[in-house]
């Protein structure tokens, strides 16, 4: 059975629209989990339904700790979005991995310790797998679009994200880059990527570099400056890409052959008459299908 695909962009430092969307409006969302990161863009690109988030706020006004994740997921769910394409900047832990270059991550370690990570609790506990927190369909449309639109591109990489909004110390960069083998820093992918399995969104992390970290023995601590230069670029080809998304994708979609749109099918373990009626309200978007199932 398809339905109709409604793609949602979360945009990162250096991406705060989407140009050229038919019929853009700039929508307000509420949700019960408190107001979104800012209003949502929605409209169409090649016929294809878009919505688009500004992770941070337009102007920047949300530090990464302070981003409302739980929020921002569920007005993208009630808005009817079915894919979700995170585009964030991000630091390299690899040489090959160079500023400019653009990496669809598909492995997480989560070192944030000051967010909210579930929209579930006391009252309506679940467990989802995030074994493969990404969609591999919507990671090869990423990679298709990043080939076609001439952008250097990696295809698979773990992305250490960190509380911040510091950088990483020497010490922390060169454990993340050769005890843990990650191959990116950032500092918002988690708990999206998590929270947007639990209200059954596919989701794909498109992470742009930067800059080297701090482990590069040629490059030295985070220029600040240095990032901003580049992330000029980056977004300019981050626009690229999201352009080229609906052509790929289509307009009608059936459901994930990965399982992510049915993640909750087994999910909750609370039984129902011990289910809080309060939290129940407030999880109308996300677990809907299977709360009232």
Not at 21 to 28: I, S, Y
Not at 52 to 63: D, Q
Not at 264 to 292: F, Q, S
Request: proline content about 5%.
């Amino acid at each position: 059975m398809t339905k109709d695909t409604m793609i949602a962009v979360i945009g990162g430092s250096g991406i705060y629209d989407i140009d050229g969307l038919d019929g853009a409006e700039w929508v307000n969302v509420d949700t019960p989990w408190g107001a979104p990161s800012d209003q949502i863009l929605t409209g169409a690109l090649e016929g294809v339904k878009m919505a688009f988030l500004p992770r941070h706020g337009r102007g920047h006004v949300h530090s990464p700790t302070e981003v409302p994740y739980r929020a921002n997921i569920d007005a993208l769910k009630r808005l009817g979005v079915t894919d979700v394409f995170s585009v964030s900047a991000c630091g390299s832990f690899r040489e090959e991995m160079a500023p400019g270059d653009f990496v669809i991550v598909d492995q997480f370690i989560d070192r944030t310790f000051a967010r909210e990570k579930s929209f579930f609790g006391t009252g309506c506990v679940a467990h989802v797998s995030v074994a493969h927190p990404t969609c591999e369909r919507l990671s090869d449309a990423a990679e298709t679009a990043a080939r076609d639109a001439g952008i250097k591109v990696h295809r698979g990489g773990t992305y250490l994200c960190m509380e911040g909004p510091q950088f990483s110390s020497v010490a922390e960069s060169k454990m993340y880059r050769e005890s843990w083998g990650c191959d990116v820093i950032g500092m918002t992918n988690m708990p999206e990527a998590k929270l947007a399995r639990e209200a059954e969104l596919c989701y794909a992390s498109i992470a742009m570099v930067t800059d080297y970290d701090s482990w590069h023995p040629d490059h030295g601590a985070v220029d600040i400056t240095a990032i901003l230069a580049t992330l000029q670029g980056n977004s300019s080809n981050g626009r690229e890409l999201v352009r080229r998304l609906p052509a790929i994708l289509g307009a009608n979609r059936a459901p994930c052959p990965h399982g992510c749109d049915t993640a909750l099918e087994y999910a909750i373990m609370t039984a129902p008459e011990k289910r809080d009626p309060g939290l129940l309200a407030k999880l109308d978007a996300v677990a809907g299908r299977v709360l009232n199932a």
